[in-house]
């Protein structure tokens, strides 16, 4: 049985495992940014770069156990049942632009946006800065 674990925002994600990033509104100076920004993304307007992981989107969850996407994405909807403690626990769920970021057993990593229908792998750079030298 796959075990969820809450992701903090300062914890190093476990090998084996998937992260689930959402973006994160309290990044944003205004909600219409945020809206905006979200839009962007959904469409394909805006890329997702490493430095957007790291200041725009927060890690909300890890799926421990699983490198498959679909089965994570699966667990990150609705509800978790734990048989053990006899409760429910709710889990935010996954939504377009969010990224899973997969951790091999062997420490590499991949990303993967949410779509409409599946998931998109995304090679995430840094981002490139406007001004020419």
Known sequence: MTT???TLPTATPPAGAVTIHQ?????????????FTKDDIRRGDQAVSLADIDTLYRPV?????????????HRAQGQVVNREQRAR?????ASPTDVFEVIEDDGTR?????????????????????QRE
Do not use: M
């Open 4 to 6: 969820l674990t809450p």
């Open 23 to 35: 973006l994160d509104r309290s990044a944003f100076d205004s909600d219409r940014e945020y809206k």
């Open 61 to 73: 969850e890890s799926i421990v156990g699983t490198t498959d996407i679909e089965a994570a994405y």
């Open 89 to 93: 626990h709710g889990v935010p769920s």
């Open 110 to 130: 991949s990303f993967h946006i949410v779509e409409r229908t599946g998931f998109s792998e995304i090679e995430l750079k840094p981002k490139q800065n406007s």
